[in-house]
């Protein structure tokens, strides 16, 4: 059980797969527009990572070893489609604005990083506590983002507008830049962050 | 003339108008991950030329000679991430053999190509934007190369980075992306040039 | 060589479940999937065309002059057997998307609505073109002689994504005056 607990944690703040591992960056930089839109893709990819992580670990016994990168990249990939034909099924808007991103999902350095160097070596339940935490992990990055670009790019968040009249959003920060300046922000905070707790 | 020019037109959007980093957010691992020398970014923004358009060529097949006819679409994500994945396989089993000296300079990058989301994302697009084989070829190359310039891009700057004198805590990628940002700033002047 | 037999017959098994699977899933979505859009267009078709009390939809497909532009359906408004108007669903090539367009169009061959149903366009530049101030440009026109800058105003700093409509827009007023049916 605490092993459990361990590897979910670990994977939330000191080894975050995208501020530390700097895994997985393009769907977060480039979908953290609007808090909508980080949350519908953190659970997307939510879903593929736990249970890619949960299958793969499960085929062990069947997965030889020379031949386990095309069965991971088919197991992750049959995870994407189904969650991509459910988007596009029950949650249309959603899968529009995601667009392209969410078959990219396959090709998550993430996804399949954490498949080679952890699901197949551990068992079913270790896998789906570190397929959490990567994906807490995930979540809370993109979110954060989400939240910091909706706000200064189109002065709302979650489509409220929030101090309309004090603050004039900037395009930019929905933009490109923004996305490049917010992540760098956020590593420079975890930096400092993990400098003051070392103490 | 007119369809030259309106392919010259492909290859520049695809290029520099919609640099596939920095409007486009798309390889941004290898973007980051392989930048800190100038040696480095070029073999890997060659390889992924490489790759990419011949994936671009192979999956267009798949798609228009075998999916759509089969309506087996819904498979696309499942069998474009194969091709690729396959592709990269031969393409380093065919580099180790001809040039070891290549192999050598070039191996570790080459596993990693299969999962830049460039070279999917680009295979995607190509179906979604309705390009014919021409097209597809022309916007994969022009694609290709628009991630090389920016891999050379960041790459020199990194370079003498390391030898500035940065705050403390934005150290290491806080200053690159900082530094990203302000790139991708400068392409967005591009836009509205090239259809 | 009983190593490649084992791989394959292992990828040949995992290849086959994972078909399954996704087969299995897209047969169930694509029924929910082909409902919505049955239901949105319902509801975009009568709120267009609000007098027309049932739409039948043209069988042959029209041929459009203009190759950037393709014309996917056209409805037919019948109000008690006459004809009040007809909704037509155009595409036409933006700048970094294909543009799906309503175009209503009433019983005397003018425009009466045009909605943008989708577009990837840049945000808050060609974007834009779905916003009213555009769209109302083009109510209550005829003929198809609408050119940007000239008798339209397109979105500023947008000029192509605004072109895009407007090509649309001149290839329904090019069949509606023509074609008897409308």
Redesign the interface.
């Known amino acids: 059980m605490k092993e459990f607990w361990q590897n979910f944690v670990n994977a939330i703040f000191k080894e975050n797969p995208i501020l530390i591992l700097m895994l997985g960056l393009c769907s977060v930089l480039a979908v953290s527009t609007s808090v909508q839109n980080s949350l519908g893709m953190g659970l997307a990819f939510s879903f593929v990572m736990i249970f890619s992580n949960i299958l793969v670990s499960l085929l062990r016994p069947i997965t030889p070893y020379n031949i386990r990168i095309p069965i991971f990249i088919i197991a992750i990939g049959m995870f994407t489609t189904i969650i991509d034909l459910v988007m596009s099924a029950y949650f249309t808007e959603l899968h529009k604005s995601l667009g392209i991103f969410i078959p990219l999902i396959v090709v998550n350095c993430m996804i399949i990083g954490r498949a080679e160097a952890f699901a197949y070596k551990n068992s079913v339940l270790n896998s789906l506590a570190d397929g959490l935490g990567m994906s807490v992990g995930y979540l809370w990055v993109i979110v954060t983002l989400g939240m910091l670009r909706e706000f200064l790019g189109s002065g709302t968040i979650l489509g409220i507008p929030i101090l309309p009249g004090i603050f004039k959003p900037t395009l930019a920060f929905i933009m490109p830049p923004g996305a490049f300046w917010g992540i760098g922000f956020l590593i420079a905070l975890l930096n400092w962050a993990g400098n003051k707790f070392r103490r | 003339m007119e369809s030259l020019m309106k392919l010259f037109s492909l290859f520049f959007f695809a290029m520099i108008v919609d640099n596939i980093i920095f409007m486009r957010f798309l390889a941004l691992c290898s973007y980051v991950g392989m930048t800190s020398q100038f040696d480095t970014s070029v073999g890997m923004g060659f390889a992924v030329t490489f790759v990419m358009v011949m994936a671009s060529v192979v999956t267009f097949f798949v798609y228009y000679y075998i999916l759509l006819p089969l309506n087996l679409v819904f498979l696309r994500t499942l069998t474009f991430i194969l091709v690729i994945a396959v592709l990269v396989q031969l393409v380093e089993m065919v580099i180790r053999k001809t040039s070891p000296y290549l192999y050598k300079a070039m191996g570790i990058y080459l596993p990693l190509i299969t999962t830049n989301c460039a070279i999917l994302a680009v295979t995607f697009l190509n179906i979604d934007y309705h390009y014919n084989l021409l097209e597809t070829i022309v916007y994969s190359i022009g694609v290709s190369l628009g991630y090389t310039i920016a891999l050379i891009l960041l790459s020199s700057i990194r370079e003498r980075l390391a030898y500035s004198d940065t705050p403390k805590f934005w150290q290491g990628y806080p200053i690159v992306f900082i530094t990203s940002g302000l790139l991708a700033l400068v392409f967005l002047g591009f836009q509205g040039m090239a259809h | 060589m009983k190593?490649i037999f084992?791989?394959g017959i292992?990828?040949m098994l995992?290849?086959a479940l994972?078909?399954a699977?996704?087969?299995f899933?897209?047969e169930k979505?694509?029924k929910?999937?082909e409902l919505?859009e049955a239901r949105e267009k319902e509801k975009a078709l009568k709120e267009i065309l609000s007098s027309a009390k049932r739409f039948v939809k043209l069988e042959n497909n029209i041929t459009p002059k203009d190759p950037l532009v393709n014309i996917q359906e056209v409805y037919i408004g019948y109000d008690d057997g006459e004809k009040v108007g007809s909704i037509w669903e155009v595409s036409t090539k933006g700048?970094?998307s294909e543009i799906k367009l309503l175009v209503g169009v009433d019983k005397n061959n003018k425009i009466l609505e045009v909605r943008v149903m989708?577009q990837?366009e840049?945000?808050?530049?060609g974007a834009e073109v779905t916003k009213e101030g555009f769209l109302k440009q083009f109510l209550g026109k005829n003929e198809p002689n609408l050119e940007v800058k000239r008798n339209i105003n397109p979105v500023t700093?947008a000029t192509?994504s605004s072109r895009a409509v407007v090509r649309a827009i001149n290839e329904v007023l090019n069949h509606t005056n023509f074609e008897g049916g409308g």
């Open positions: 190593d084992t791989y292992t990828l995992i290849c994972a078909a699977a996704l087969a899933t897209y979505t694509q929910v999937i919505n700048y970094s989708s990837e840049t945000p808050g530049l700093g192509i």
